[in-house]
């Protein structure tokens, strides 16, 4: 089955303690990307990537990391996490092949930091 | 830069009576336009996507949206509302020169009544 998958699905943490979030697609898709959901403002995108060693920022990448050394993998990772990351995350991919193509998203992780 | 404008935050109807949920955007170009659902506890599910061609869209679930290029708008439409239908409801914009680039508005939630 095609699909993009997140690990964990919920995260509670502290202050400051580095995490990792994984993402992997089992769809050949060059295109990766991280958002953040926050009640009323919709999804803004953190990072994304448009292939294997290629990764851009998105509008909110303030406090994150991304790597992409495989092609079906894209961890976020939050080095010292903070309160204002408390959040819904949603990582997304797509193909690049033949121009614009509808991103596929994830079941998302809902991470706390106290 | 693009932008979504979901005006209505919160919208309730009465199961079996029609919804429409609206859309505005900015874009420089034709845009790619899409509507996606996110049930509570759920990831996100494509409704439908407009890319080119007629501006009146089908979708799943037997939701549909117009593209109205005069009015900057993409609202969905549904002539009979169900209970299961009761979600938070994301439009965005994707813009093709932008590395698959995808900006969402702030979602609607909707509630139905039974």
């Known amino acids: 089955e095609a699909q993009v998958t997140q690990n964990p699905r919920y995260l509670i943490t502290v202050t400051g303690k580095k995490l990792t979030v994984t993402c992997s697609q089992n769809?050949?898709?060059?295109?990766m990307s991280w958002y953040r959901q926050d009640p009323g403002l919709g999804l803004r995108q953190i990072y994304y990537?448009?292939?294997?060693?290629?990764?851009d920022k998105g509008d909110v990448p303030e406090g994150y990391k991304v790597s992409r050394k495989e092609k079906r993998n894209f961890p976020l990772i939050l080095e010292s996490p903070s309160p204002n990351q408390t959040s819904l995350y949603f990582c997304a991919s797509s193909s690049l092949a033949g121009g614009y193509n509808e991103q596929f998203f994830g079941p998302g992780t809902r991470l706390t930091v106290l | 830069a693009q932008s979504v404008t979901q005006p209505d935050i919160h919208i309730t109807v009465s199961e079996g009576a029609s919804l429409e949920l609206r859309c505005n955007y900015s874009?420089?170009?034709?845009?790619?336009l899409f509507w996606y659902v996110q049930s509570p506890g759920q990831g996100l599910q494509l409704l439908l996507k407009?890319?080119?061609?007629?501006?009146l869209v089908q979708g799943i679930k037997g939701f549909e949206a117009e593209f109205k290029r005069s009015q900057s708008s993409f609202n969905l439409r549904k002539p009979s509302v169900h209970w299961s239908d009761a979600a938070e409801y994301f439009c965005?914009?994707?813009?093709?020169?932008?590395?698959?680039?995808?900006?969402f508005g702030g979602g609607t939630r909707l509630m139905v009544k039974p």
């Open positions: 769809m050949n898709h060059e295109y």
């Open positions: 990537s448009m292939n294997v060693e290629v990764t």
């Open positions: 407009y890319f080119s061609g007629d501006t």
């Open positions: 874009y420089g170009a034709t845009p790619y």
């Open positions: 965005a914009v994707g813009a093709h020169n932008a590395g698959n680039m995808l900006t």
